[in-house]
């Protein structure tokens, strides 16, 4: 079974930073993505990047946060600056593997403030 555990989130200020991690353990099989989504009133993909390095981003957060992977840790990491109140929510980490299972984790609060 994996396991996806973050780590990173808080509270901050507007304009201030945050780095989450996420990191897969247990049975794990090789990657295919990882990715962040943030749960609001609908779930959105925030950040995704492929095995091969390729990055996916939501418009809104376009050149303020980075999405990394560290593929011997089984870990990825988001970098998070500039951020704005909107960008308050739950953060969840997820795992597509290359037998096209999907992992989860259990999320980490992100609250910032005005």
């Known amino acids: 079974q994996v396991r996806l555990v973050e780590s990173g989130g808080g509270l901050v200020q507007a304009g201030g930073s945050l780095r989450l991690s996420c990191a897969a353990s247990?049975?794990?099989?090789?990657?295919?993505?990882m990715g962040w989504y943030r749960q609001g009133k609908q779930r959105e993909l925030v950040a995704r990047i492929s095995?091969?390095?390729?990055?996916n981003y939501v418009d809104s957060v376009k050149g303020r946060f980075t999405i990394s992977m560290d593929n011997a840790k089984n870990t990825v990491y988001l970098q998070m600056n500039s951020l704005k109140p909107e960008d308050t929510g739950v953060y969840l980490c997820?795992?597509?593997?290359?037998?096209?299972?999907?992992?989860w984790g259990q999320g980490t609060q992100v609250t910032v403030s005005s």
């Open positions: 247990g049975k794990v099989f090789s990657v295919s993505a």
């Open positions: 997820y795992r597509l593997d290359v037998l096209s299972h999907e992992y």
């Open positions: 095995s091969g390095g390729s990055t």
